[in-house]
């Protein structure tokens, strides 16, 4: 599977959109792009996931790069609750491959 | 909306006691999944389970882990002979379809089981 690249930690006002990046510049064609996120020790929660399009849902957009060597997580109007870490996961859609492996991922804080 | 449960949510045991840690996964959902956290690290895959035998394990997930599904509800994980470094936050998750379908595969996590060995 591709390795990704976050930054360890950004910030973010309360109300503005926050843009998460994630680096995964040897992603091959079978391979989706995960997003999930960690709020304090809860279980990890699933957030948005997608091959090449953008994709949009009640909680993100995912926009991932025509050569989708990079991806983009936008949370359009960040919230005190959205304070999490947020790791991008690249996984290969095929047989039994049904596990998701996670980084560090990106601590983001969203300040009042 | 439907979710996973996990019991206990705190189990405290000695070193080499055996522990079950206890999952109920979403009703419909055909796959499940064991992960740990230890304390400040990341997020690590143990083992993956489907049409009741395992379908892909990580090398974390020795002779002294085991899953089973005992039952059409429950899904647990049992440890054998219980470590001090087996100490950890213990996730189960479930999902509907696996990854390997053309990138279906949300997990649904549970709370979690806060492992403590002394």
């Not at chain 2, 599904?69 to 049992?78: A, E, H, Q, V």
Request: proline share 5%; glycine share 6%.
């Amino acid at each position: 599977d591709a390795k990704t690249t976050q930054p360890p930690s950004m910030d973010c006002a309360e109300g503005r959109a926050a843009n998460l990046p994630c680096n995964h510049s040897t992603i091959s064609g079978n391979e989706y792009v995960y997003w999930y996120r960690q709020i304090h020790s809860q279980g990890p929660q699933y957030i948005i996931h997608g091959l090449k399009n953008n994709e949009t849902n009640e909680m993100a957009s995912l926009i991932i790069t025509e050569d989708r060597k990079s991806s983009t997580l936008i949370l359009p109007h960040a919230t005190l609750r959205d304070t999490a870490v947020y790791y991008c996961i690249v996984r290969v859609a095929m047989g039994n491959n049904n596990d998701m492996r996670f980084g560090a991922g990106t601590r983001l804080t969203v300040k009042p | 909306e439907p979710e996973v449960t996990q019991t206990p949510s705190h189990q405290v045991t000695q070193m080499g006691q055996e522990v079950i840690l206890r999952c109920v996964p979403i009703s419909n959902h055909l796959y499940f999944y064991w992960y740990r956290q230890i304390l400040g690290q990341k997020v690590e895959f143990l083992v993956s389970f489907y049409n009741n035998e395992i379908s892909e394990k990580s090398e974390i997930f020795d002779d002294q882990f085991s899953v089973e599904r005992p039952d059409g509800s429950n899904f647990t994980l049992k440890i054998r002979s219980t470590k001090l470094e087996d100490s950890a936050m213990y996730f189960c998750a479930s999902s509907e379809m696996g990854v390997g379908l053309a990138g279906a595969g949300e997990q649904f996590f549970g709370p979690g089981t806060r492992l403590t060995v002394l």
